[in-house]
């Protein structure tokens, strides 16, 4: 079956504008994450989603940073006002359930900030 | 604090070799699971292997083994023989239960494996 999918696999912007990244999940997937990673570093967890339940924002590195998920499908996480830092690689994965159910990751998208 | 320790942050092999990745973990939980996942040039995250804590059997599959130890809080990952394709990224990762709910993986920063030929 189809896998974690995610739109723009790369994103180029200038500093100060803002993005949408898209993941769709596998489908039957309750459970929606987003992770960080920077250019060889590790995964930075960012918020996760769970059915109906509230999003754990716990991850977001700033106010500039919100995801939401329509559905219980589709996911967009937004960038406003876009900086440097902010240049990385987003992943995106799902899950049956929640962890520790195993995550399956997509692609990533791959964004770079000028 | 980091909760899920790599030490290793590269190590480079010849075709053939067997490479070992160290995976420690930290967590004060007796329900938790541990998990390995690889990441080739490629990019995207692939899963290998999940392990509750109630089980400490070891395991075998194809070249890949697993070596669970609770009383070192380790959970090992071995490639035997190893070939070209497996050059790649592994990430060894904890899923702890937290107030209601098993919350999110907390990865290690990755062993970047390097096998030549």
């Known amino acids: 079956g189809a896998g974690v999918s995610q739109s723009p696999s790369n994103k180029v912007t200038e500093k100060g504008k803002d993005v949408e990244l898209r993941c769709d999940p596998i489908?039957?997937?309750?459970?929606l994450y987003w992770y960080r990673q920077s250019l060889g570093q590790g995964l930075e967890f960012l918020i996760y989603?769970?059915?109906?339940?509230?999003?754990?924002k716990s991850g977001l590195p700033s106010d500039r940073f919100s995801a939401e998920r329509t559905g219980g499908s589709v996911s967009t996480l937004t960038i406003q006002r876009t900086q440097q830092e902010d240049s990385a690689v987003y992943l995106c994965?799902?899950?049956?359930?929640?962890?520790?159910?195993?995550?399956?990751f997509g692609p990533g998208t791959r964004l770079t900030v000028l | 604090a980091q909760k899920v320790t790599q030490a290793q942050t590269e190590i480079s092999v010849v075709e053939k070799e067997d490479v070992t990745l160290d995976c420690v973990y930290e967590t004060r939980d007796t329900t938790y699971y541990l998990f390995w996942y690889k990441q080739p040039p490629s990019g995207e995250l692939v899963f290998l292997i999940r392990?509750?804590?109630?089980?400490?059997q070891n395991e075998i599959s194809g070249r890949y083994s697993w070596n669970f130890q609770k009383s070192t809080s380790s959970f090992n990952f071995t490639i035997t023989a190893s070939q070209v394709v497996d050059s790649a990224v592994y990430f060894c990762a904890l899923s702890e239960w937290t107030t209601d709910s098993w919350g999110k993986f907390q990865f290690g920063a990755g062993t970047q494996v390097v096998v030549t030929p």
């Open positions: 989603f769970q059915g109906n339940s509230a999003p754990d």
């Open positions: 994965a799902s899950s049956l359930a929640l962890a520790p159910d195993t995550q399956y």
């Open positions: 489908s039957g997937h309750t459970a």
């Open positions: 392990r509750n804590s109630f089980d400490e």
